[in-house]
C-alpha cells in the first residue's frame, strides 16, 4: 500500500536539466484516504501550533498575507526614508530534502500523541517507490528523506517541519524586524509560505545572524539555501546600495516573490503590465478556434480574468490600464466587429 509511482512534471527552463522537473508520487486509494484523514485531523490544530507568519496549509490564513505585508512595508520605509532590505529565501528541492527523524522530533515537540505519531510513521517509515520513466515502472525502492508531493499530509507536514527556523529567528534578539507603526513597538521579522522565507529587516548584523540560524536549521534538518534562487532587494534610505552582506545575490531587478514583483516604485503598473501581457496570449491562442459566443463567455470567466483576481489583491488595477484591458475582453468577445449589447 505504501509503495508509490513516481513520475517527472516539465515545470519551466531547460528540459534536458533535471532540476527543471518536479517529483509527484502516484498512490493508490486506500493510502490516500488514510492519509486525508489524517490530514484533515491535523489541520484543526495547525493554526494553534504554527505562528501567523506561516500561511500555506493552515486553515484561515491567505498566501495574500505574506504579499500585503510585503507591499505595506515597502510602501511605509519608502515613505519615510528608512533603512530596510528583503531577503527572499528558497530551499533547494525542500519537500525532497526533509529529514524524517526530524520530523517526528519536531511533531512530539509541538505536543501530537504518540499514537497519532506512529500513524504518520505507518505511511512513511518503510515506503518505496517505482520510477515510471515512458511507461516503464522500474525496481521498487526505499525512501529515506522527503514528504511526498501527492500525499494529502505532505503540505501539512511540510509546515510543521519549518516552524522551528521561523521560532529561532523570531526569538533570537540579535534579529530585529521592521517595527510595525502603531503597534506598540512590535516587530516584523519574516513571512512564511511553506519553503519560501522572506526576512524583513533593518541592519546587515540581523540578516548575517538570520543565515547563521538557518545555517544550523540546515544541519539538523537537511534543508539546503538554494544560493542561485536567494536575493536581497534593498528599499528606502538603503535604495541604490550594492554591497550584500551574509553572501547573498543582489536583485538588481525587480523583487520576485511568491509570483508578485517588489519594485522601490511602480510596482502595481509593473505587475499589471506583465499580467496583461499574459492576457493577451492567452486570447491569441483561444482565437484560433472557433468559439460560440457562449464558449467565449465561458473562457473569460474560467481561464482569462481568474487570473487576474490573485494580483488584484495586492494591487488593484491602475486606472490608465482599465481600459486597455476592456478592450482586449470585449474584443476578443465580438471577435472585433460591432458590439450589439452595451458593456
Not at 112 to 141: M, P, Q
Not at 255 to 266: A, D, K
Request: glycine share 10%.
Amino acid at each position: 500500500m505504501a509503495v508509490g509511482v513516481l513520475s517527472l512534471l516539465y515545470k519551466k527552463g531547460e528540459v534536458t536539466d533535471l532540476g527543471n522537473w518536479r517529483p509527484l508520487t502516484m498512490l493508490c486509494v486506500d493510502y490516500k484516504l488514510l492519509a486525508k484523514v489524517l490530514a484533515e485531523r491535523l489541520r484543526t490544530a495547525l493554526p494553534y501550533v504554527v505562528h501567523e507568519d506561516q500561511t500555506c496549509g493552515v486553515e484561515g490564513r491567505s498566501i495574500r498575507w505574506n504579499l500585503q505585508l510585503i507591499r505595506d512595508s515597502i510602501a511605509w520605509v519608502e515613505d519615510r526614508g528608512l533603512p530596510f532590505m528583503v531577503a527572499a529565501l528558497d530551499q533547494a528541492k525542500a519537500f525532497d530534502r526533509v529529514n524524517r527523524s526530524f520530523l517526528f522530533r519536531v511533531l512530539g515537540r509541538l505536543g501530537f500523541g504518540e499514537k497519532f505519531i506512529g500513524w504518520i510513521r505507518t505511511l512513511y517509515v518503510g515506503a518505496g517507490c517505482r520510477v515510471s520513466v515512458n511507461s516503464h515502472l522500474g525496481d521498487v525502492f526505499d525512501l529515506s528523506s522527503g514528504v511526498r508531493q501527492g500525499c494529502p499530509l505532505s503540505a501539512l507536514l511540510f509546515v510543521l517541519y519549518m516552524e522551528p527556523l521561523g521560532a529561532a529567528i523570531r526569538a533570537d534578539t540579535g534579529v530585529e524586524g521592521l517595527l510595525i507603526p502603531g503597534s506598540g513597538g512590535l516587530r516584523v521579522k519574516m513571512t512564511q509560505y511553506a519553503d519560501d522565507t522572506s526576512l524583513l529587516l533593518c541592519k546587515d548584523s540581523c540578516l548575517t545572524r538570520s543565515l547563521a540560524i538557518f545555517g544550523d536549521f540546515t544541519r539538523a534538518s537537511g534543508a539546503v539555501l538554494n544560493h542561485a534562487k536567494s536575493s536581497v532587494k534593498f528599499f528606502g534610505r538603503w535604495r541604490g546600495r550594492t554591497d550584500v552582506p551574509g553572501g547573498l545575490s543582489l536583485c538588481e531587478g525587480a523583487l520576485s516573490i511568491l509570483g508578485v514583483h517588489f519594485e522601490t516604485s511602480g510596482s502595481a503598473t509593473l505587475n499589471w503590465n506583465m499580467r496583461i501581457a499574459v492576457v493577451q496570449r492567452k486570447l491569441a491562442m483561444w482565437k484560433a478556434r472557433y468559439l460560440s459566443f457562449m464558449g467565449k463567455v465561458l473562457v473569460l470567466k474560467v481561464d482569462v480574468l481568474p487570473s487576474l483576481l490573485y494580483l488584484a489583491y495586492i494591487y488593484p488595477l491602475p486606472a490608465c490600464l482599465r481600459r486597455p484591458l476592456v478592450r482586449l475582453v470585449f474584443q476578443f468577445m465580438w471577435s472585433g466587429r460591432c458590439e450589439w449589447v452595451a458593456r
